[in-house]
């Protein structure tokens, strides 16, 4: 009962299954080492960048922030990053004004939250 024809169909149908979640097009390992050496380098190069500009208690306080919430830390190291290169930053950026800088950008990305309490009514209750 193996019909050629249908087994042509589920190979070519698993094929279009597996390029669609990228299980069979995977770069060939120059290609992808390439990829990683240049991101690993581009990583190096930020985190020299940002020695330079931050004071070390700054450093500290921004990488003890990446524990706990490493977008939050991302975003404010570009910001930082940001500023130096449009030249804003004449001095190494001491942990107060980081501190300053994280409450700027909490106060323009806080989220407000309703909380609505809706209570039922019971059968039983008179409104009287």
């Known amino acids: 009962m193996a019909d050629p024809e ?3 169909i589920r190979q070519r149908r698993m094929q279009e299954l597996m390029a ?15 990829q990683e050496d240049a991101k690993r380098e581009a990583d190096e190069r930020r ?4 020695s330079q500009i931050l004071s ?14 490493p977008e ?5 190291e570009d910001v930082i990053l940001r500023t130096a290169q449009m030249g804003q930053i004449v001095e190494k950026v001491s942990e107060e004004r980081l501190i300053s800088l994280l409450e700027q ?9 309703k909380v609505t ?9 008179d409104d009287d």
């Not at 669609?20 to 390439?34: C, E, S, T």
């Not at 070390?56 to 919430?69: F, P």
């Not at 939050?72 to 404010?76: E, I, L, M, Q, S």
């Open 105 to 113: 950008i909490n106060t323009q990305t806080t989220k407000q939250t």
């Open 72 to 76: 939050k830390a991302r975003g404010v």
């Open 20 to 34: 669609q979640h990228g299980v069979g097009n995977q770069q060939n390992p120059d290609q992808q080492k390439a």
């Open 117 to 125: 309490i809706q209570r039922r009514r019971s059968v039983l209750d």
């Open 47 to 50: 985190q020299m960048m940002l």
């Open 56 to 69: 070390s208690e700054a450093r500290e306080r921004l990488a003890r922030i990446a524990l706990v919430k």
């Open 6 to 8: 249908l087994e042509a």
